[in-house]
């Protein structure tokens, strides 16, 4: 089963930028569609992101307003979030999620639609 692992987390000023990276290790890359999700401190872990297995299709929290971008490079087994114009209500552990998917095109949007996860990093943003 595949092994995911965080990293790219940090503390920063409102308006900065940041690319968290996640690396699976175990198992083949390719076959796992995977997620971005979020949990700040007395809230649920939320939806941020989703991609399918080929990269062909992304979706997004409404709430992120175009400013994150997620990527995967299946040669190197790593999916990548770019967060651009951060904002203090974006401080949350951020946990990426992978999910075997027979089918190349299907994205995931739901925390229990998910079987792995990573440890998660922190993201703190300040005003």
């Known amino acids: 089963q595949v092994q995911l692992v965080e990293s790219g987390g940090g503390s920063v000023q409102a308006g900065d930028s940041l690319r968290l990276s996640c690396a699976a290790s175990?198992?083949?890359?390719?076959?796992?569609?995977m997620g971005w999700f979020r949990q700040a401190p007395g809230k649920e872990r939320e939806f941020v992101a989703a991609?399918?297995?080929?990269?062909?299709?992304?979706s997004y929290a409404d709430s992120l307003q175009g400013r994150f971008t997620f990527s995967r490079d299946n040669e190197k087994n790593t999916v990548y979030l770019q967060m651009n114009s951060l904002k203090p209500e974006d401080t949350a552990v951020y946990y990426c999620?992978?999910?075997?998917?027979?089918?190349?095109?299907?994205?995931?949007?739901?925390?229990?639609?998910?079987?792995?996860w990573g440890q998660g990093t922190q993201v703190t943003v300040s005003s």
């Open positions: 991609i399918t297995r080929d990269s062909s299709r992304t």
């Open positions: 175990r198992g083949t890359f390719s076959r796992y569609a």
């Open positions: 999620a992978a999910r075997e998917e027979v089918y190349i095109s299907v994205l995931r949007m739901r925390v229990n639609e998910y079987d792995y």
